[in-house]
């Protein structure tokens, strides 16, 4: 048989008789229900906010944080300033509410700590990728079918980015990014040079543009960038003018460990795939030449299927790499790889790169699984 619920009780401040029901006492106005699960729920909210702050650069909570900034002056930066990193880390502060308070207070949600606009020279975690807020400025199209509407003008910010994961390749796109004006939508521009494009394995870096066009008289530009498709979550960039920060992208020339050379073959369960030469190149078309500073170099492979199905290869798989930074791909010639093999076929091609000519150390690398992110590392070794 249950034990029947008494009609009143005593409230434990002001030692009256009320109601066994109420919530808070009709004589003193205090409250003296639910004591024990509010603080199990304070208790569980502030596990919540210390969780998400703990993990907030970390690639599986999908956070973002800024690490430092590099020291500028405005407009523009000397370039051969050094560079100063400020480290940060989010403040937590947590005040409990008193077991007699009459109200009580809403605890501040996390997302209202978590910094997600950021300014020239603002250097960010996000995941596994470092990024950073190297440049913004008006740009000047010189070809004359290429230019803005009446009204209008093109604008860039320039960004960095290194992954920084050790076997995690990471893809940086001019897609991920939209740009608006005063809230409204800008169209993206894609006549300028050295757009920021790139897939980089471990440990490798790129820099570059992204260019939009704005109206000339808006007065708050952001871009926002999506790192992740399947997180609803963004970063958001402010255009501020011709300002540079002076930050400039440092290269590692250390070579990869087993990186094959000319007249060695790699092996798997599906590919043989030996390197046959490499040589410095040339375009006879006007319209596809190096820019100043740099040439081309051109690699040349034979694969072999040793499986028992079909392969496919392409030259989308390469990537390059000057210094651990990446390098751009061009198709002026006429022998790129690209063949799908039947079982026991062979196929040749090359590819070819846009390299620094003070690049010390220049790899290539082939992408063998988009899953797992291996990769066969080949020396550029350049002859005449």
Not at 55 to 62: A, V
Not at 90 to 109: D, K, Y
Not at 232 to 248: A, C, L, N, W
Not at 307 to 335: L, P, W
Request: hydrophobic share 30%; aromatic share 10%; proline share 4%.
């Amino acid at each position: 048989m249950s034990k029947e619920k008494p009609a009143t009780k005593i409230c434990k401040y002001c030692k009256t008789e009320i109601p066994y029901d109420a919530k808070v006492c009709p004589q003193c106005r205090k409250k003296v229900k639910g004591g024990i699960l509010k603080w199990i729920v304070i208790a569980v909210v502030a596990i919540l906010v210390i969780s998400a702050f703990a993990g907030g650069g970390d690639k599986n909570t999908g956070g973002t944080q800024k690490i430092g900034e590099v020291s500028r002056t405005s407009p523009a930066a000397n370039p051969s300033e050094s560079k100063k990193i400020e480290d940060t880390a989010p403040e937590q502060t947590a005040q409990p509410e008193s077991e007699e308070s009459e109200t009580e207070t809403e605890p501040e949600s996390p997302a209202e700590e978590v910094k997600t606009i950021y300014n020239v020279g603002d250097i960010l975690k996000d995941g596994d990728l470092e990024i950073v807020y190297m440049s913004s400025g008006e740009y000047v199209s010189d070809n004359e079918f290429l230019q803005p509407a009446d009204g209008n003008k093109y604008i860039f910010i320039q960004l960095a980015f290194r992954n920084t994961s050790e076997t995690q390749d990471a893809t940086v796109s001019v897609y991920s990014f939209e740009c608006y004006a005063d809230g409204y939508n800008a169209s993206a521009y894609y006549g300028g040079e050295d757009a920021l494009s790139a897939t980089l394995s471990a440990g490798r870096s790129t820099s570059g543009y992204l260019y939009f066009e704005v109206p000339e008289d808006a007065a708050e530009i952001e871009i926002e960038y999506e790192p992740n498709v399947f997180l609803d979550r963004k970063i958001t960039f402010t255009y501020e003018g011709d300002v540079d920060s002076g930050y400039i992208l440092e290269g590692d020339s250390t070579p990869t460990e087993g990186a094959l050379h000319i007249g060695e073959t790699a092996e798997s369960k599906s590919l043989n795939i030996t390197y046959l030469s490499c040589f410095t190149d040339e375009s006879d078309n006007m319209f596809i030449q190096p820019k100043d500073g740099y040439h081309y170099v051109t690699c040349e492979f034979e694969f072999e299927n040793v499986s028992s199905s079909d392969q496919t290869i392409s030259s989308y798989s390469f990537d390059c790499y000057a210094d651990g930074i990446d390098c751009v791909g061009t198709y002026f010639r006429d022998d790129n790889i690209s063949a799908t093999m039947s079982a026991g076929r062979k196929a040749k091609g090359t590819v070819t790169f846009e390299v620094p000519n003070d690049a010390q150390v220049v790899e290539v690398e082939y992408l063998s699984n988009f899953w797992t992110s291996n990769r066969v590392v080949f020396m550029v070794e350049e002859q005449s």
